[in-house]
C-alpha cells in the first residue's frame, strides 16, 4: 500500500505548473482504511493537511493542501505560519518548535530547512530537507501498514559539524479540531496506566519524563477521542512513543486555534555533542470505531510487527512464578514442592525470582554478582532444574542486568562504571551500570550468557528496579544492545520486561522483549482495572497477569480464587502464590480456569481486546474478538457494587449484524444465592442476531462485588 505523489494531476482550477511558488508539493499516504495528505509549498517543510477516514482515489491533493489555509483576521501576521512536520522558530511559528539544537560553541542554531530530494517505495517516503547555512540535513519517514493500520513516522537529523541536541521531535501530526479533550497516561507502583482526560484549550499540555526509563508515571501514549466518540465508537486518534528511556509529549492548541502533537525523547537527553540523531518510532492510528480501533491497530502491531517469539507456533505456557511465595528465602525442597504443585494446577514454566545469587537474602545488596549462591543451591540450579523438567515444566530465571550494589563485588572492583556521583540517592538501595560503556555490557553479558549456558533456561524475566540519576540516551541504547546480544546468543529464550511491575513497557522495549509484568499489583481488582485500560495498547500475548495471595501482599484486599483466577485468565495467565496456602476448593477452581484457558489461549492470544462501554460504572467488560470474528469471550467484572438494583444490558460489538450468536455464560455456576430470578443466561445458552447483541445487549444475572461473568459467544 502506497504513498502516492499526487502532485503531477492537478487538473483543475487549482493546478498550477510546478513552483511557481504556490502551486503545493503533495503526498498521500493510504493504508485502505486511512488517508494521511502531506503538502508543502515554496520548498518549504510540509505540513500534515489531512489525516482521517480514506479519500477517495482521485481526490485533488491541491485542492485539499490550498483548502487547510484558515483566514487571517486583526491581530494576527498577514499569513498563518506552516504547522509543520517539524515547526522551525526561525518561521514565525508561534507555538512550540519542533527542533531545538546549538552548535558546539553553545550558541542556539535556528535551522530553515529547503526541500532537497525524497525517496519512496510501496509502504511508505522518506522526505529529506537542507539547512544549507547551518549544514544540516533533516529527514522525516512515514511509512504505513495496511494490515495493522499503522502509520509510523520518524525524524531524524544529520549535521556536518558536531551540534548538541536540546530536542528533536517525531514528525509533527495535527490535533484534531473535532476533539474537546485529549487522554494521556500516569501511574505508578502497583497502580499502572491510569487515564488522565484533559480539555484541548490554548496553550501546551506538557509531559515529560526524565527518569531514564519508561516510567510508572508517563506511559508515552495519547489518545484523541473526537467529540462524542466511546470505546465502541466515533472517530479518535492515537499515537505511541516506542523508546524506554523517557520521552516529552506536547500537545499544543495554538492561538489561532490548530492543533499540533509532537513527541521525541525527553529534552537533552543526548548529552554529548554529534552528529546524527534520530527520534525513536511514532505509531500513530486513526479509528472511526473508537478507542476500540486505536487499540486494535496498536494491539495487531505490537503483535504481528515489533515482538518476535523465538518459537511462534508454541502456545504460551501457564507461568509459575515464586516471588510473592518465597521471596529471598530459597529453600531447595520447599521449591521443589511448590513447583510440584504448580504443575498439577497446570503451570508450564516455572520462573526462579529474585534471590538465587550473590549473598542475596533481601533486596539490599549483591546485585551485580550474578553468580549462583552456594549457601542455597550448594550443587547448582540443576537439582531444581531437573525436578521442573521433570515435572513437565521449563525453566525461567530473574535477572536486574543494568543494576549493581554498593556492597556488591561488582561495585567494588569497578565503581567507576556506575552512572551518577557516588553521592547520588539510592533507588531500592542499588545503584545503575553505565550501558554507554562497552566493558559493562560485555562483562554482564559474559554473567548472563554463563548461566544461560550451563543450564536449559527458556526464559528470562529482566528487572529494573529504580530510575537513572540523569536520563541519558545512550544507556537506552546499551540497554538495548546488551538485549540484542543475549537474544542473538541465545534466541530461544524469551525475555520478559519488567521494571518495578510495568515501568519499562513500551514498543521500544518489546522489539527486545516478549512479555511485560504489567504491575507488581496482583490484587485483581487493581488488575481488571489496569488490563482494560492497558488493553489500548497491548495485545493479551505480550500482557503478563499472575494469580496473586489469597490475602494480597500489596493491597490487603482478600479476594476470592474465582475472581483472581478469571482476571489472570484475561491475559498471558501465570499464578504467583504459595500453591501451598490453597484449600481443595481453590484448587479446583484454579485448575478448571487455567484448563478454560490452555483450550482457549491461541485464538485468544491473537484476538483483539475491545473495551466495551458498560452502562453501569461498576461493570468493567471487555470483548475479545477472534481474528476471524468467529467467536469471542466477554469478560464482565464487577468492580464495585452499582447503583441501581440489577444489572443493566451490556452492548458488544464489531459483530456481524445480520449472523446469529450462540452465547453461553461458562461460569452461571457462580451467581450468588441473592440472584433469584431466572435471567436467560443463568439457565441455558440462547442464540440472537449480532444486530441485537450490538443494539440491546445482554442482561447478566445480580452478582456480588468483586466477581466476574464470562460468555462465550460462537458465530452459529
Ligand atoms: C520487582 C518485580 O516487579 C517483582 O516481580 C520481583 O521480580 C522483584 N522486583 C524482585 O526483586
Not at 289 to 310: E, S, W
Amino acid at each position: 500500500m502506497s504513498i502516492k505523489d499526487r502532485t503531477p494531476t492537478p487538473p483543475d482550477h487549482s493546478a498550477k505548473p510546478e513552483r511557481d511558488g504556490n502551486a503545493y508539493r503533495t503526498w498521500r499516504l493510504d493504508d485502505g482504511y486511512q488517508t494521511m495528505v502531506l503538502a508543502s509549498r515554496r520548498e518549504r517543510l510540509p505540513q500534515c493537511v489531512y489525516w482521517g477516514t480514506s479519500l477517495p482515489d482521485g481526490e485533488c491533493l491541491q485542492t485539499i493542501a490550498t483548502a487547510y489555509g484558515v483566514d487571517v483576521t486583526g491581530g494576527m501576521l498577514d499569513e498563518n505560519p506552516d504547522l509543520s512536520i517539524c515547526p522551525e522558530a526561525e518561521r514565525s511559528f508561534p507555538g512550540q518548535p519542533g527542533l531545538i539544537l546549538c552548535g558546539a560553541d553553545g550558541l542556539p542554531l535556528l535551522p530553515r530547512f529547503v526541500y532537497h530530494s525524497e525517496t519512496q517505495d510501496e509502504n511508505g517516503i522518506s522526505l529529506h530537507y537542507l539547512d544549507a547555512d547551518n549544514r544540516l540535513r533533516y529527514t522525516a519517514q512515514f511509512l504505513a501498514d495496511p494490515a495493522t493500520r499503522i502509520v509510523t513516522v520518524q525524524a531524524s537529523l544529520a549535521s556536518e559539524r558536531p551540534v548538541h541536541l536540546h530536542w528533536l521531535s517525531a514528525p509533527v501530526l495535527p490535533g484534531p479540531q473535532q476533539a474537546d479533550e485529549m487522554i494521556d497516561l500516569a501511574g505508578r507502583w502497583c497502580g499502572e496506566f491510569q487515564l488522565i482526560r484533559t480539555a484541548w484549550s490554548p496553550g501546551v499540555r506538557f509531559r515529560e519524563n526524565r527518569t531514564g526509563r519508561t516510567g510508572h508515571e508517563h506511559f508515552p501514549g495519547l489518545l484523541i477521542p473526537c467529540r462524542g466518540a466511546t470505546n465502541v465508537s466515533g472517530d479518535a486518534y492515537g499515537v505511541h512513543y516506542g523508546w524506554s528511556g523517557g520521552h516529552r509529549m506536547i500537545a499544543e492548541e495554538l492561538p489561532d486555534g490548530r492543533r499540533q502533537i509532537q513527541f521525541g525523547h525527553a529534552s537533552g537527553i543526548e548529552t554529548a555533542p554529534g552528529h546524527t540523531f534520530a527520534t525513536a518510532p511514532l505509531y500513530a492510528t486513526y479509528s472511526r470505531d473508537g478507542l476500540n480501533g486505536c487499540a486494535a491497530a496498536f494491539q495487531r502491531h505490537l503483535r504481528d510487527r515489533i515482538v518476535t517469539m523465538p518459537a511462534p507456533q508454541r502456545p504460551r505456557p501457564v507461568h509459575y512464578n515464586c516471588w510473592e511465595s518465597v521471596y529471598f528465602d530459597h529453600k531447595l525442597p520447599v521449591l521443589k514442592e511448590i513447583a510440584t504443585r504448580a504443575a498439577d494446577l497446570g503451570a508450564e514454566r516455572f520462573v526462579l525470582d529474585d534471590g538465587w545469587f550473590g549473598k542475596r537474602d533481601d533486596d539490599t545488596g549483591s546485585l551485580g554478582d550474578w553468580d549462583i549462591d552456594p549457601r542455597k543451591y550448594p550443587e547448582g540450579l540443576t537439582p531444581l532444574i531437573s525436578h521442573i523438567h521433570a515435572l513437565g515444566m521449563s525453566f525461567g530465571i530473574w535477572f536486574e542486568p543494568e543494576m549493581v550494589s554498593p556492597d556488591s563485588n561488582l561495585y567494588g572492583a569497578h565503581p567507576d562504571w556506575a552512572l551518577g556521583g557516588a553521592d547520588q540517592i539510592l533507588g531500592r538501595q542499588q545503584m545503575v551500570l553505565n550501558m554507554a560503556l562497552a566493558e559493562v555490557r560485555d562483562h554482564i553479558f559474559g554473567k548472563i550468557a554463563a548461566v544461560l549456558s550451563a543450564y536449559d533456561i527458556d526464559y528470562v524475566k529482566w528487572d529494573h528496579n529504580r530510575v537513572l540519576p540523569q536520563p541519558d540516551a545512550a544507556q537506552t541504547r546499551g540497554v538495548y544492545a546488551l538485549l540484542d546480544r543475549v537474544r542473538k546468543n541465545f534466541p530461544d529464550v524469551e525475555i520478559e520486561s519488567c521494571a518495578s511491575g510495568g515501568a519499562r513497557i513500551d514498543f521500544g522495549i518489546l522489539k527486545h522483549t516478549q512479555r511485560v509484568w504489567l504491575s507488581d499489583s496482583n490484587d485483581a481488582l487493581e488488575r481488571l482495572r489496569m488490563q482494560h485500560d492497558a488493553a489500548l495498547f497491548l495485545p493479551s500475548i505480550v500482557t503478563g497477569s499472575h494469580i496473586g495471595p489469597g490475602n494480597c501482599h500489596t493491597s490487603g484486599r482478600v479476594l476470592d480464587i474465582a475472581f483472581r483466577a478469571w482476571v489472570a485468565a484475561q491475559r498471558h495467565m501465570g499464578f504467583e502464590m504459595d500453591p501451598r496456602e490453597l484449600t481443595d476448593r481453590e484448587a479446583d477452581i484454579l485448575r478448571s480456569v487455567t484448563n478454560w484457558w490452555k483450550h482457549n489461549r491461541d485464538w485468544m492470544m491473537r484476538a483483539d481486546i475491545l473495551r466495551l462501554d458498560s452502562v453501569d460504572p461498576a461493570v468493567i467488560a471487555e470483548q475479545q474478538l477472534a481474528e476471524d470474528r468467529s467467536r469471542f469471550v466477554i469478560f464482565a467484572g464487577k468492580a464495585s457494587t452499582s447503583l441501581q438494583i440489577l444489572p443493566r444490558p451490556l452492548r458488544l460489538t464489531q459483530l456481524e449484524p445480520e449472523a446469529n450468536y450462540e452465547l453461553t455464560l461458562i461460569n452461571r455456576d457462580m451467581a450468588p444465592k441473592l440472584s433469584r430470578g431466572a435471567p436467560i443466561l443463568k439457565e441455558r445458552a440462547i442464540r440472537v442476531s449480532g444486530a441485537y447483541l450490538m443494539n440491546y445487549g445482554v442482561t447478566l444475572p445480580w452478582s456480588l462485588p468483586e466477581t466476574m461473568y464470562v460468555i462465550e459467544g460462537k458465530r452459529a
